[in-house]
T-cell receptor, first 116, second 108 residues
Framework: DSGVTQTPKHLITATGQRVTLRCSPR?????VYWYQQSLDQGLQFLIQ???????AKGNILERFSAQQFPDLHSELNLSSLELGDSALYFC???????????????FGAGTRLSVL | LAKTTQPISMDSYEGQEVNITCSHN???????ITWYQQFPSQGPRFIIQ???TKVKNEVASLFIPADRKSSTLSLPRVSLSDTAVYYC?????????FGTGTRLLVSP
C-alpha cells in the first residue's frame, strides 16, 4: 500500500457528462500529480499541484481541470466527456515539488473511467 | 519536447539477470532518474532512483554513465513475478517525462 488513496476505483458514465476523481496524498506529502494511462499506453502527465498551487502542466486538455484543497487532497474534474477519455487515471504524491532527491512519487491504485 | 525511450519488450527466463536501458538524451543537470514497475490495472510501484554512477537496493541496481544520457535498470535473478512493465522517469523542476515502457516477460 503506497498510502495514496484514490476514489472511486471504477466510474462508468456517458459521453458529454462530467465526473470528479478524488485523491488523498500520503501523510506529509505536499505535491499531488495526475496522470492518464489509456489502454496499453504509457503514462501521460497531466498536472501537478504543490501545497495548493499549480506547479507544472503537462498534456492536460482544456476540458479537464484540477485543484488541491487546504487539506491537500486533490480533485480532477473531467467534463464534456468523450469516448477517448476512457482510461486509467492515476494520482501520485511526493514530499516536495519534484526538484529534489526526496521527491519520489508514490502512486495510488488508480480510477478506471469508462465513457460509453 | 524531451523524449525518453525504452525497448518495447524483453524476454527472459527465471534466474537470469535482466538489464533494461532507458535513453534520455535531453536530461538536464538537476534531473533525477527513477524507475517504476507496473502490473496490469495497478499503479506504478517505485523501484529505484539515481542521479549518477551506480545505485543499489535490495531489489535492483541502477547504472548511470557519466554523460547521464541513458540509464540501465538491472534486475538480478528474475522470477515469474517480475513479469511487468517497467518505466523510467526523468524528473526535475517542473519536468516529468516518463519513458515509453518496457514489457518484461519472464518464463519458467
Amino acid at each position: 500500500d503506497s498510502g495514496v488513496t484514490q476514489t472511486p476505483k471504477h466510474l462508468i458514465t456517458a459521453t458529454g457528462q462530467r465526473v470528479t476523481l478524488r485523491c488523498s496524498p500520503r501523510s506529509g506529502d505536499l505535491s499531488v500529480y495526475w496522470y492518464q494511462q489509456s489502454l496499453d499506453q504509457g503514462l501521460q502527465f497531466l498536472i501537478q499541484y504543490y501545497n495548493g498551487e499549480e506547479r507544472a502542466k503537462g498534456n492536460i486538455l482544456e476540458r479537464f481541470s484540477a485543484q488541491q484543497f487546504p487539506d491537500l487532497h486533490s480533485e480532477l474534474n473531467l467534463s464534456s466527456l468523450e469516448l477517448g477519455d476512457s482510461a486509467l487515471y492515476f494520482c501520485a504524491s511526493s514530499v516536495g515539488a519534484s526538484g529534489s532527491v526526496l521527491d519520489i512519487q508514490y502512486f495510488g491504485a488508480g480510477t478506471r473511467l469508462s465513457v460509453l | 519536447l524531451a523524449k525518453t525511450t525504452q525497448p518495447i519488450s524483453m524476454d527472459s527466463y527465471e534466474g537470469q539477470e535482466v538489464n533494461i536501458t532507458c535513453s534520455h538524451n535531453n536530461i538536464a543537470t538537476n534531473d533525477y532518474i527513477t524507475w517504476y514497475q507496473q502490473f496490469p490495472s495497478q499503479g506504478p510501484r517505485f523501484i529505484i532512483q539515481g542521479y549518477k554512477t551506480k545505485v543499489k537496493n535490495e531489489v535492483a541496481s541502477l547504472f548511470i554513465p557519466a554523460d547521464r544520457k541513458s540509464s540501465t535498470l538491472s534486475l538480478p535473478r528474475v522470477s515469474l513475478s517480475d513479469t511487468a512493465v517497467y518505466y523510467c522517469l526523468v524528473r526535475g523542476f517542473q519536468k516529468l517525462v516518463f519513458g515509453t515502457g518496457t514489457r518484461l516477460l519472464v518464463s519458467p
